[in-house]
């Protein structure tokens, strides 16, 4: 797959993710600190561009996240494990 095809790709999976986390409304507080964190990095690395870059972070930030939502929403939590599994099988 070709860097811009790949980099489409993630950008898809990321503007899902964020669709996602914006329409979700957890109880605790301490979750929708996290979400909300999540959500605003997400669309930083959204308009920045050059998702390349940025891949190495997105990638620590998703790994982060996944435990914090596993269990409150395992939808998020479904979306950031196949983000971190596109970022794997480019190297990252």
């Known amino acids: 797959m ?22 979700w409304a957890p109880h605790e507080k301490l979750q929708q600190e996290k979400r909300d964190a999540l959500a605003a990095y997400i ?10 870059q940025q ?3 997105l990638s620590d930030a998703l790994n982060e996240s996944v435990v914090a939502f596993e269990e409150a929403h395992p939808k998020v939590a479904q979306l950031i494990g196949s ?10």
């Not at 070709?2 to 329409?23: G, N």
């Not at 669309?43 to 390349?52: A, P, Q, S």
């Not at 983000?83 to 990252?92: D, R, V």
């Open 2 to 23: 070709e860097k811009s095809m790949k980099d489409q790709k993630i950008r898809e999976a990321l503007e899902e993710l964020h669709l996602e986390l914006l329409t």
């Open 83 to 92: 983000l971190k599994s596109m970022l794997s099988s480019i190297g990252l």
């Open 55 to 57: 891949n190495i972070l």
């Open 43 to 52: 669309r930083d690395v959204l308009d920045r561009g050059n998702l390349e």
